[in-house]
């Protein structure tokens, strides 16, 4: 069975670009995680997908982040424009619901804006 | 919010136990999880504990204690690719998003020497 999918796994970009993140969740999985990984600390939620509806983004900087997850499978997180303090590891994660006690990770995108 | 802590750092010889501390603080407070991640992949699950008391599982054991508001997670006969960091991961609830969020701690780092 495939794992969670990310592309592309690393991204060099400069600032004020913008950047696209893509994942593709395990199949039949319903709910969607983005996780941002600073180095040397533990993943923090940006945003939650239940099928097609984000339902818990209170932690994705809106002004210049957005996601989406069209027909509720692949998801993709965008940055635009991206800042120096964007600079980091971004992870997928999937699990069968939102009371699922396991969440499978994506080997995630290592983003470095210069 | 929520807080949680852990060594930032742990070495242990190869074939010996290594325990990992975590402590936290939280509102609505469902469970204690274990991820363990290698340098450059992914947070790979290990163990969730929901009620009090010790799960087993292989090598690896979890213990919560939800009055003491206190987990470890309990590794045993260590190996080489043991060394990784291990996130405790506390699982609470957010009445605004009708579910359930994880938030990590910073990581233990551990390293296993010959």
């Known amino acids: 069975e495939a794992g969670v999918v990310q592309s592309p796994r690393y991204k060099i970009i400069e600032k004020k670009q913008p950047v696209a993140f893509w994942c593709n969740p395990i199949?039949?999985?319903?709910?969607l995680y983005w996780y941002l990984q600073n180095l040397g600390q533990g993943p923090e939620l940006l945003i939650r997908?239940?099928?097609?509806?984000?339902?818990?983004d209170s932690q994705l900087p809106k002004d210049r982040f957005s996601a989406e997850r069209l027909k509720g499978v692949d998801s993709t997180l965008k940055i635009q424009p991206a800042e120096l303090g964007d600079s980091a590891v971004y992870l997928c994660?999937?699990?069968?619901?939102?009371?699922?006690?396991?969440?499978?990770f994506g080997p995630g995108t290592r983003l470095t804006v210069l | 919010g929520q807080s949680l802590e852990q060594p930032s750092e742990v070495t242990a010889v190869e074939g010996a136990i290594v325990q990992i501390n975590c402590t936290y603080q939280t509102s609505g407070f469902y469970g204690l999880s274990w991820y363990q991640q290698h340098d450059g992949g992914a947070p790979t699950f290990l163990s969730y504990n929901g009620l009090d008391g010790l799960e087993e599982t292989g090598r690896f054991s979890s213990f919560l204690s939800r009055s003491d508001s206190y987990g470890y997670l309990l590794l045993q006969e260590l190996q080489m690719k043991d060394s990784a960091s291990y996130f405790c991961a506390v699982r609470d609830g957010h009445s605004g998003a009708g579910s359930y969020q994880l938030t990590f701690g910073k990581g233990t780092k551990l390293s296993v020497i010959p």
């Open positions: 997908y239940e099928n097609e509806e984000a339902v818990d």
């Open positions: 994660a999937s699990s069968l619901g939102p009371v699922a006690n396991e969440q499978f």
């Open positions: 199949s039949g999985h319903n709910t």
